[in-house]
């Protein structure tokens, strides 16, 4: 089927949802709400990709991978409609676009083992120290735990990490020159990477904007946070959050360690 064809399906399966919204609820589901269904399914999605690596337990796991990978198309094929986008346009322009970039920056970019890697061992020699990003997640979470008081670094030239805390009695001793700015970077907390209630906002402004004055009234009292979450979990949303703050913690500690020259990896395999 071309994209076309594909798209004329999920229209006619979606008149038949609105069919059905309008006798439940008196009204269709707005493009607001499909994307709110379509922040959930891409977070059903992500583990259900972890499963497929091996990291995650789900029974039947391709099954259910590939119901979700429909579902998630059919969610994008409905919503290019109803926003006005030519979605096979854009994808044409789009990709080729990309593409061209791509091939600006192969040409710019030396190749590894003529700049002097070696084959075997896996790294280029004109690459950062690699790190997991995995592992500056658990970093993060540890940080996190007790901000202010925990402090996460990172070496600059191993990568390995390194933890000073009054609760961390069973971390290995501190290097003795941990606090050498030019051999450990520190790894910012949740305000510095804009993980805290910047995040909280802009998923408010982008998910749920009905929602936006109380989330805004909570922010405004002590408890926020927790007080949020309530707010969540009264409309069904938290799920949908976790996802959002998950990915969004993500781009940040990538983003955060390119930009302190390291080489940002996912997976053993990597």
């Known amino acids: 089927m071309h994209l076309g064809d594909l798209q004329k399906?999920?229209?006619?399966?979606?008149?038949?949802?609105?069919?059905?919204?309008?006798?439940?609820?008196?009204?269709?589901?707005?493009?607001?709400?499909?994307?709110?269904?379509?922040?959930?399914?891409?977070?059903?999605?992500?583990?259900?990709?972890?499963?497929?690596?091996?990291?995650?337990?789900i029974d039947d796991c391709q099954a259910k991978l590939a119901h979700e990978l429909s579902d998630c198309l059919w969610s994008i094929l409905v919503l290019a409609d109803k926003c006005g986008v030519d979605l096979e346009?854009?994808?044409?322009?789009?990709?080729?676009?990309?593409?061209?970039?791509?091939?600006?920056?192969?040409?710019?970019?030396?190749?590894?083992?003529?700049?002097?890697?070696?084959?075997?061992?896996?790294?280029?020699?004109?690459?950062?120290?690699?790190?997991?990003l995995s592992d500056l997640?658990?970093?993060?979470?540890?940080?996190?735990?007790?901000?202010?008081?925990?402090?996460?670094?990172?070496?600059?030239?191993?990568g390995a990490t390194h933890v000073?805390?009054?609760?961390?009695d069973d971390e290995p001793p501190l290097p003795d020159d941990i606090?050498?700015?030019?051999?450990?970077?520190?790894?910012?907390?949740?305000?510095?990477?804009?993980?805290?209630?910047?995040?909280?906002?802009?998923?408010?402004?982008?998910?749920?904007?009905?929602?936006?004055?109380?989330?805004?009234?909570a922010f405004g009292r002590r408890g926020a946070y927790r007080a949020f979450k309530a707010i969540l979990e009264r409309n069904g949303l938290l799920g949908i959050w976790d996802a959002f703050e998950d990915e969004a913690t993500k781009a940040a500690l990538t983003g955060w360690a390119q930009a302190h020259g390291f080489t940002v990896v996912t997976g053993e395999g990597d």
């Not at 309008?22 to 499963?51: C, H, I, N, S």
């Not at 000073?164 to 961390?168: K, L, T």
């Not at 990477?193 to 009234?217: Q, S, T, Y």
């Open 164 to 168: 000073r805390s009054p609760y961390a």
């Open 9 to 57: 399906s999920a229209l006619q399966l979606n008149a038949l949802y609105e069919q059905l919204e309008t006798r439940k609820y008196g009204r269709a589901w707005t493009p607001q709400e499909l994307a709110l269904g379509f922040m959930g399914d891409v977070g059903d999605l992500a583990k259900l990709v972890q499963a497929h690596a091996g990291v995650r337990d």
């Open 89 to 132: 346009a854009a994808f044409v322009s789009n990709t080729a676009q990309i593409a061209a970039h791509v091939a600006s920056q192969l040409e710019a970019q030396p190749d590894a083992v003529a700049a002097g890697a070696d084959p075997g061992s896996g790294a280029a020699t004109t690459q950062g120290v690699r790190v997991n």
């Open 179 to 217: 606090d050498d700015d030019t051999r450990y970077v520190e790894l910012p907390d949740k305000r510095e990477l804009d993980l805290g209630r910047d995040l909280v906002f802009d998923f408010v402004d982008k998910i749920a904007p009905h929602l936006a004055d109380a989330v805004h009234a």
């Open 137 to 158: 997640e658990l970093a993060f979470m540890l940080k996190d735990a007790a901000p202010g008081e925990n402090e996460v670094y990172i070496d600059l030239v191993t």
